[in-house]
C-alpha cells in the first residue's frame, strides 16, 4: 500500500537527540540508536532487542497484562511495583495475618505464596506483518468491510507462524490502523509472591503524594517466576522450579545524577497523540470533570470507612487505590494541558498541516478533515459522557450494581443461547464470590448514594440494598440457583436488579449502540489523519501510539518547574520520608525500624556519595498506564530504578508529550535494595543478584586495558 512505504521512509530518518515517543524495539537500529547515543547511551540497537542472542527484552515481561516487571537474578526473581503486585499481597492479607500493612518476606522458596490467574508474558519476537494483513484490501470497500478482512488475514496468519507448541501469537495494530506487527509470545502461569514492604514504604505518601514530586514511595514487590524441570510454562506445581531466564538485569550501585541516560523498557498501556484540537477539548472540558466527579464521591465514602475500620481497609485497600489513581490523573491532565497551552497549540500545529496540504496539493485529499472531526466530535461529545457515567456507576465505583449489570448480561446470555447455561452460571457465581470477597454492603450503599445521582438524579433508591439478595453471598447464591426458568424468575423478582434492569438495558440498546455508531467515523477518520499527517508534513517525527505492546523509550534523569519560581531536583532522599513522617497517618506515617535505620544511618552499600540514601528520581521518558513496573536501565544496560509515576502535570502526556514538563518518577533501586537488605533483612534475595559498578569501572578502565568481566555476583 502506498501509505506502507511513506511510513517505511519516515520512520527510518535521522534524527538529533530528541525525547519523547515509546518506540517498538525491533526497529530502533537508525534513528533511535543515533538519538539514544546522543543521550549518553552505550548499547547498540541489538544489545536491547535480539532474536538470536539474549537481550534486554529477554529480561521484560508483561506483569498480569497491566503492568511490566523485570528479571533481576539467574532464579526467574521478579522486580515490579508494590502496586502492580498489590492485589496478589491483599488476597494473602488477613487480620491474623497483614501482609499491606507489615509487609511479608519470603525467607526460603518454600515460602513463597502462588497466586491464582497471576501470570507473564514474554515478547519471543516481533514481525513486520503489515503486507499480508492487508491483502485484498482496496480503497472501494467500506471501513466495515476493511476491519472484517484485516480480521480474517490476522487470524489466517497466525495460524502459519512458526512457533513452539507452548508459545501464542497476536497481531496488533499501529499507527491508527496503517501497520501491524506480529508478536510471538510465552506465558508462565505459576507466579509466585515473594516479598513486600508493608504500605506505610510500598505506599508511603498515597493519595496526597500520587502523582506528584518529590516523591518517597518505594513502590515495589517481588515474585518469582516458576517453571517445569524443562524451563517450559506449567500450571502451579509443588515440582515445579524456578525459571532460568536467557538475560537478568544486573543492578547498578553507582546510582544516578542529572543528565544520566535513563531508558525505561515496558508495555505501555494506550496513547493518543494525535488527536485533533476537537478531541483534546472535549476531553479535558466535557469528558473527564464528570468521571472526576463521580470518583471523587465514592472515594469520600470509601476513605472515610477504610480510616475506622481495619476490615473494610483490607478490603477496600485495592480498589480504592485503582479509583484514587484515575481520579487524580484526570486532574493533572487538565491541568497539563492547560499549563502548556496544548489546546491553542495542536491548532497552530493544525494550521500549519493545512497550509502543508495546500503547497502539497493534498487539499482535495485531505483538507476536509479538521473540518469533519470538529463536526464529529461535536455530535460525539454527549454520548460518549453518558456512556462513560454509566461504566464510572456501574462498573468502577458501586458493586451492587456491578453485579446486576453482569447478572443482566447472563439473563441475555442464556435466553439467546441456553445450551450456554452452565457456563455462564458457573461464570456469574465466580464473579459474584470475587466481589463478596471484598465487600461490606454498608459501605457500597453509601458509594451508590453518592454516585447514582449523577448518573440518574431522579432515581436514587437505596432501600434496594435492604431487600436485595445479591448483597449477601449465600443469599446471592441461592438467587441463581435453581434451572433457567426459575433463575430468570427470581432475577427480576430481587429489588435491585428489577430497579437496574431498565438502565442496563438502555445502556446496551441505545448508549451503547450509539456511541458505537458515532464512535466509529471518527476511528476512520483519525487513521486517514495520521495518513494525511505523514504526506503532508514528512519531517516531522512519528511514533507509534502505545497499545499494551512492549516498548522503549529514552531520556535524561532530570529536575523540572512545576510553576513560577519553583524548581524541583531530579532526586528525593530518605531524609524527606522522615520529614514527612506522621505518627499513625495513614499516608505518612513510618515504620519503627525504618525511623531507627535512619537514626543509625546504618545504610549498608545503599547511599549516595554524599551519604544519603536515595528513594526516588525523575527522567525525562515518555511513559504512561503499563509502564508501572517498568525497568529503569542506564547507558551500559544496568537496572537503575524502577518507573512507577509520573508527575501531576505531565500526565497530560497521553495527548501531548512535552518535554519542558512531563517526567516519568522511578525508585531508586538503590532504596530497594536498602529496604530488602537492611529493613527486611532478606540477604538470600541480595545474593541472588548481579550488583555492579558501571561507573567506577569506566574510571578504572581509563587507567588499564578494558576487563571483559563487567558484571559479578553479590558475596556474603
Same mark, same amino acid.
Given at each position: 500500500?502506498?501509505?506502507?512505504?511513506?511510513?517505511?521512509?519516515?520512520?527510518?530518518?535521522?534524527?538529533?537527540?530528541?525525547?519523547?515517543?515509546?518506540?517498538?524495539?525491533?526497529?530502533?537500529?537508525?534513528?533511535?540508536?543515533?538519538?539514544?547515543?546522543?543521550?549518553?547511551?552505550?548499547?547498540?540497537?541489538?544489545?536491547?532487542?535480539?532474536?538470536?542472542?539474549?537481550? &534486554?527484552?529477554?529480561?521484560?515481561?508483561?506483569?498480569?497484562?497491566?503492568?511490566?516487571?523485570?528479571?533481576?537474578?539467574?532464579?526467574? *526473581?521478579?522486580?515490579?511495583?508494590?502496586?502492580?503486585?498489590?492485589?496478589?499481597?491483599?488476597?494473602?492479607?488477613?487480620?491474623?495475618?497483614?501482609? *499491606?500493612?507489615?509487609?511479608?518476606?519470603?525467607?526460603? /522458596?518454600?515460602?513463597?505464596?502462588?497466586?491464582?490467574?497471576?501470570?507473564?508474558?514474554?515478547?519471543?519476537?516481533?514481525?513486520?506483518?503489515?503486507?499480508?494483513?492487508?491483502?485484498?484490501?482496496?480503497?472501494?470497500?467500506?471501513?466495515?468491510?476493511?476491519?472484517?478482512?484485516?480480521?480474517?488475514?490476522?487470524?489466517? *496468519?497466525?495460524?502459519?507462524?512458526?512457533?513452539?507448541?507452548?508459545?501464542?501469537?497476536?497481531?496488533?495494530?499501529?499507527?491508527?490502523?496503517?501497520?501491524?506487527? /506480529?508478536?510471538?509470545?510465552?506465558?508462565?502461569?505459576?507466579?509466585?509472591?515473594?516479598?513486600?514492604?508493608?504500605?506505610?514504604?510500598?505506599?508511603?505518601?498515597?493519595?496526597?503524594?500520587?502523582?506528584?514530586?518529590?516523591?518517597?514511595?518505594?513502590?515495589?514487590?517481588?515474585?518469582?517466576?516458576?517453571?517445569?524441570?524443562?524451563?517450559?510454562?506449567?500450571?502451579?506445581?509443588?515440582?515445579?522450579?524456578?525459571?532460568?531466564?536467557?538475560?537478568?538485569?544486573?543492578?547498578?550501585?553507582?546510582?544516578?545524577?542529572?543528565?544520566?541516560?535513563?531508558?525505561?523498557?515496558?508495555?505501555?498501556?494506550?496513547?493518543?497523540?494525535? &488527536?485533533?484540537?476537537?478531541?483534546?477539548?472535549?476531553?479535558?472540558?466535557?469528558?473527564?470533570?464528570?468521571?472526576?466527579?463521580?470518583?471523587?464521591?465514592?472515594?469520600?465514602?470509601?476513605?472515610?470507612?477504610?480510616?475506622?475500620?481495619?476490615?473494610?481497609?483490607?478490603?477496600?485497600?485495592?480498589?480504592?487505590?485503582?479509583?484514587?489513581?484515575?481520579?487524580?490523573?484526570?486532574?493533572?491532565?487538565?491541568?497539563?494541558?492547560?499549563?502548556?497551552?496544548?489546546?491553542?497549540?495542536?491548532?497552530?500545529?493544525?494550521?500549519?498541516?493545512?497550509?502543508?496540504?495546500?503547497?502539497?496539493?493534498?487539499?482535495?485529499?485531505?483538507?476536509?478533515?479538521?473540518?469533519?472531526?470538529?463536526?464529529?466530535?461535536?455530535?460525539?461529545?454527549?454520548?460518549?459522557?453518558?456512556?462513560?457515567?454509566?461504566?464510572?456507576?456501574?462498573?468502577?465505583?458501586?458493586?451492587?450494581?456491578?453485579?446486576?449489570?453482569?447478572?443482566?448480561?447472563?439473563?441475555?446470555?442464556?435466553?439467546?443461547?441456553?445450551?450456554?447455561?452452565?457456563?455462564?452460571?458457573?461464570?456469574?457465581?465466580?464473579?459474584?464470590?470475587?466481589?463478596?470477597?471484598?465487600?461490606?454492603?454498608?459501605?457500597?450503599?453509601?458509594?451508590?448514594?453518592?454516585?447514582?445521582?449523577?448518573?440518574?438524579?431522579?432515581?436514587?433508591?437505596?432501600?434496594?440494598?435492604?431487600?436485595?439478595?445479591?448483597?449477601?453471598?449465600?443469599?446471592?447464591?441461592?438467587?441463581?440457583?435453581?434451572?433457567?426458568?426459575?433463575?430468570?424468575?427470581? /432475577?427480576?423478582?430481587?429489588?435491585?436488579?428489577?430497579?437496574?434492569?431498565?438502565?442496563?438495558?438502555?445502556?446496551?440498546?441505545?448508549?451503547?449502540?450509539?456511541?458505537?455508531?458515532?464512535?466509529?467515523?471518527?476511528?476512520?477518520?483519525?487513521?486517514?489523519?495520521?495518513?494525511?499527517?505523514?504526506?503532508?508534513?514528512?519531517?516531522?517525527?512519528?511514533?507509534?501510539?502505545?497499545?499494551?505492546?512492549?516498548?522503549?523509550?529514552?531520556?535524561?534523569?532530570?529536575?523540572?518547574?512545576?510553576?513560577?519560581?519553583?524548581?524541583?531536583?531530579?532526586?528525593?532522599?530518605?531524609?524527606?520520608?522522615?520529614?514527612?513522617?506522621?505518627?499513625?497517618?495513614?499516608?505518612?506515617?513510618?515504620?519503627?525500624?525504618?525511623?531507627?535505620?535512619?537514626?543509625?544511618?546504618?545504610?549498608?552499600?545503599?547511599?549516595?556519595?554524599?551519604?544519603?540514601?536515595?528513594?526516588?528520581?525523575?527522567?525525562?521518558?515518555?511513559?504512561?498506564?503499563?509502564?508501572?513496573?517498568?525497568?529503569?536501565?542506564?547507558?551500559?544496560?544496568?537496572?537503575?530504578?524502577?518507573?512507577?509515576?509520573?508527575?501531576?502535570?505531565?500526565?497530560?502526556?497521553?495527548?501531548?508529550?512535552?518535554?519542558?514538563?512531563?517526567?516519568?518518577?522511578?525508585?531508586?533501586?538503590?532504596?530497594? /535494595?536498602?529496604?530488602?537488605?537492611?529493613?527486611?533483612?532478606?540477604?538470600?534475595?541480595?545474593?541472588?543478584?548481579?550488583?555492579?559498578?558501571?561507573?567506577?569501572?569506566?574510571?578504572?578502565?581509563?587507567?588499564?586495558?578494558?576487563?571483559?568481566?563487567?558484571?559479578?555476583?553479590?558475596?556474603?
Amino acid at each position: 500500500m502506498r501509505f506502507f512505504k511513506f511510513l517505511l521512509l519516515f520512520i527510518t530518518i535521522q534524527a538529533t537527540a530528541q525525547q519523547g515517543g515509546m518506540w517498538i524495539p525491533s526497529l530502533l537500529e537508525g534513528m533511535n540508536e543515533t538519538e539514544m547515543t546522543a543521550l549518553g547511551s552505550k548499547m547498540t540497537a541489538k544489545d536491547i532487542y535480539d532474536v538470536n542472542n539474549s537481550s &534486554l527484552k529477554d529480561a521484560i515481561v508483561h506483569f498480569n497484562g497491566g503492568c511490566t516487571a523485570e528479571i533481576i537474578s539467574d532464579k526467574g *526473581l521478579l522486580l515490579t511495583n508494590h502496586h502492580c503486585g498489590y492485589g496478589e499481597i491483599q488476597s494473602h492479607s488477613s487480620l491474623e495475618n497483614d501482609y *499491606l500493612k507489615d509487609g511479608f518476606w519470603a525467607m526460603s /522458596l518454600d515460602e513463597e505464596l502462588p497466586n491464582e490467574d497471576l501470570y507473564v508474558e514474554f515478547i519471543v519476537r516481533i514481525e513486520d506483518v503489515t503486507t499480508k494483513v492487508f491483502e485484498g484490501i482496496s480503497d472501494s470497500m467500506t471501513e466495515e468491510d476493511k476491519q472484517s478482512l484485516i480480521t480474517k488475514n490476522s487470524n489466517a *496468519l497466525q495460524k502459519t507462524v512458526t512457533k513452539e507448541a507452548w508459545q501464542d501469537t497476536k497481531v496488533k495494530s499501529f499507527y491508527n490502523g496503517n501497520q501491524f506487527f /506480529l508478536f510471538v509470545t510465552e506465558r508462565y502461569n505459576d507466579i509466585r509472591l515473594v516479598g513486600a514492604p508493608p504500605t506505610s514504604i510500598g505506599k508511603f505518601g498515597s493519595d496526597t503524594d500520587n502523582w506528584v514530586f518529590p516523591r518517597h514511595t518505594g513502590d515495589f514487590s517481588m515474585f518469582r517466576i516458576y517453571a517445569d524441570k524443562n524451563n517450559r510454562p506449567a500450571e502451579y506445581s509443588k515440582d515445579n522450579v524456578p525459571f532460568i531466564p536467557k538475560h537478568h538485569l544486573p543492578i547498578s550501585l553507582d546510582g544516578i545524577e542529572e543528565g544520566d541516560f535513563t531508558m525505561v523498557f515496558g508495555f505501555p498501556g494506550r496513547t493518543d497523540e494525535y &488527536l485533533p484540537a476537537a478531541a483534546i477539548e472535549h476531553i479535558t472540558k466535557e469528558y473527564n470533570p464528570t468521571n472526576i466527579a463521580i470518583r471523587e464521591a465514592a472515594l469520600k465514602v470509601i476513605d472515610a470507612n477504610m480510616k475506622s475500620s481495619d476490615d473494610v481497609r483490607i478490603k477496600y485497600s485495592s480498589k480504592q487505590a485503582r479509583i484514587a489513581n484515575a481520579w487524580k490523573k484526570w486532574i493533572g491532565e487538565n491541568l497539563g494541558i492547560q499549563k502548556s497551552n496544548a489546546i491553542a497549540e495542536r491548532k497552530a500545529f493544525e494550521a500549519k498541516f493545512t497550509k502543508a496540504l495546500k503547497e502539497k496539493g493534498l487539499e482535495e485529499k485531505y483538507g476536509a478533515i479538521l473540518p469533519e472531526f470538529d463536526k464529529l466530535y461535536k455530535d460525539f461529545g454527549p454520548i460518549n459522557i453518558k456512556r462513560r457515567n454509566f461504566i464510572e456507576v456501574f462498573l468502577v465505583t458501586n458493586e451492587l450494581m456491578q453485579m446486576t449489570f453482569r447478572a443482566y448480561q447472563f439473563e441475555q446470555t442464556i435466553t439467546a443461547r441456553p445450551e450456554t447455561f452452565d457456563k455462564a452460571k458457573a461464570s456469574l457465581e465466580n464473579t459474584l464470590k470475587n466481589i463478596h470477597k471484598n465487600y461490606n454492603a454498608a459501605v457500597d450503599k453509601g458509594v451508590f448514594e453518592n454516585v447514582m445521582p449523577f448518573y440518574q438524579p431522579k432515581n436514587v433508591d437505596a432501600t434496594v440494598y435492604n431487600t436485595s439478595a445479591l448483597t449477601n453471598l449465600d443469599s446471592a447464591l441461592k438467587l441463581i440457583n435453581g434451572s433457567k426458568e426459575d433463575i430468570i424468575e427470581a /432475577l427480576n423478582n430481587d429489588t435491585a436488579y428489577a430497579y437496574s434492569k431498565p438502565m442496563i438495558a438502555e445502556f446496551y440498546n441505545t448508549i451503547n449502540a450509539d456511541y458505537m455508531a458515532k464512535n466509529a467515523p471518527i476511528t476512520a477518520l483519525q487513521k486517514k489523519y495520521m495518513t494525511a499527517l505523514m504526506e503532508a508534513l514528512p519531517n516531522a517525527r512519528y511514533f507509534p501510539d502505545a497499545n499494551s505492546t512492549l516498548r522503549v523509550t529514552y531520556g535524561q534523569v532530570r529536575g523540572y518547574s512545576p510553576r513560577d519560581a519553583v524548581y524541583y531536583e531530579p532526586v528525593s532522599y530518605l531524609d524527606g520520608v522522615i520529614e514527612k513522617y506522621v505518627p499513625g497517618d495513614y499516608e505518612f506515617d513510618v515504620p519503627q525500624k525504618l525511623r531507627d535505620l535512619y537514626d543509625a544511618k546504618d545504610y549498608g552499600d545503599y547511599a549516595d556519595k554524599n551519604g544519603k540514601v536515595p528513594v526516588c528520581f525523575l527522567g525525562t521518558n515518555h511513559t504512561t498506564g503499563g509502564n508501572s513496573g517498568s525497568p529503569a536501565i542506564d547507558a551500559n544496560g544496568n537496572l537503575v530504578g524502577l518507573n512507577f509515576d509520573r508527575v501531576w502535570e505531565g500526565t497530560m502526556s497521553d495527548m501531548n508529550y512535552d518535554p519542558e514538563i512531563c517526567r516519568n518518577i522511578m525508585v531508586d533501586v538503590r532504596y530497594v /535494595l536498602f529496604i530488602v537488605d537492611k529493613y527486611a533483612g532478606a540477604t538470600h534475595l541480595i545474593d541472588e543478584m548481579t550488583l555492579v559498578h558501571p561507573k567506577k569501572e569506566v574510571k578504572k578502565d581509563s587507567q588499564k586495558p578494558k576487563s571483559k568481566k563487567r558484571t559479578k555476583k553479590r558475596r556474603k
